[in-house]
């Protein structure tokens, strides 16, 4: 069994366009799929995940109702999505009220493409009401490929954050893309904070990845691929070389995901 509790797609319409777009802008990262729903589950099947969990990012007000609209319309037996709300939105409460309404289970924030730090206090309200309301909150952690410093969702600046909150929060990319040493400083003892493996293929060394495990401890880390930027059978090699038992990986592939997502 394997849940994959990072991944994006979008709308037909502007799958291409989009794929396109984040690829140059981050480099020239190589899409595993075409950005599209039905990509995405073929590339499921392939690589033998049983559901995913879709991360929707709203990175202005006006696209705000339409990119939940997508995210709500998402919703069947394989794929479980998550919402977004931009931050400095006039209706950013309301509409965490419609995703609620609709069964959505979580809300992703990306602070870098929302321009916000993480740790800014006019942000604080959004976070008190998305724990009121019963969601999963999903942070990008860490550097972002298609942005430069400073990051809005360093480590530290999270940690400030975990400490105003109750609700879950899974910090994506073992808790900080390319901070590794700033997750095991900061992170890596508080308690309501679970980190996602999300393209951790060729960025995360096998030590600092068995460090961070050893600290955090199986029963708080989530596999997640990022797909379309790496492909789930990429993470899952990933997470089979670091010598764990066949309950600890387990945690990590579904059962960690099941209890956060109340379902299994």
């Known amino acids: 069994m ?4 990072h991944t ?16 140059f802008v981050s480099g020239g990262l190589i ?21 995913s969990v879709v991360l929707s990012i709203v990175t202005n007000a006006n696209q705000q109702n339409k990119v939940n609209d997508f995210a709500i319309s998402l919703k069947s037996e394989r794929i479980i999505p998550f919402g977004s709300v931009f931050p400095f939105s006039e209706n950013w409460e309301s509409e965490l009220e419609r995703l609620k309404e609709n069964g959505i289970k979580g809300i992703k924030l990306h602070p870098d493409y929302q321009q916000f730090f993480v740790d800014d206090e ?13 969601f999963i909150l999903v942070f990008h952690a860490g550097e972002d490929f298609g942005f430069s410093p400073p990051y809005h969702a360093t480590p530290e600046r999270l940690r400030k954050v975990l400490s105003l909150v109750e609700t879950p929060v ?30 951790g293929y060729g960025t995360m060394p096998k030590d600092r990845a068995l460090r961070i495990l050893e600290k955090k401890g199986t029963d708080k ?3 997640g691929s990022d797909s379309p930027w790496n492909a789930p059978s990429w993470d899952i ?18 059962k960690n995901a099941e209890k956060l997502l ?3």
């Open 221 to 223: 880390i989530i596999f």
């Open 8 to 23: 994006h797609c979008f709308p037909e319409k502007i799958a291409k366009n989009t794929i396109e777009k984040l690829s």
């Open 31 to 51: 899409p595993q799929t075409d950005g599209t729903e039905n990509s995405l589950l073929y590339l499921m099947s392939k690589d033998e995940v049983n559901k």
């Open 122 to 134: 006019r942000i604080f309200p959004i976070y008190k009401k998305i724990e009121k309301l019963g």
């Open 170 to 199: 899974v910090c994506a990319h073992w808790g900080g893309l390319s901070m590794g040493e700033e997750v095991l400083k900061h992170l890596c003892d508080i308690d309501n904070c679970y980190f996602d493996t999300a393209f």
């Open 237 to 254: 090699g990933m997470i089979k070389t670091m010598g764990l038992t066949p309950d600890e990986e387990d945690e990590i592939f579904y």
């Open 2 to 5: 394997i849940i994959d509790f």
């Open 262 to 264: 109340g379902i299994g």
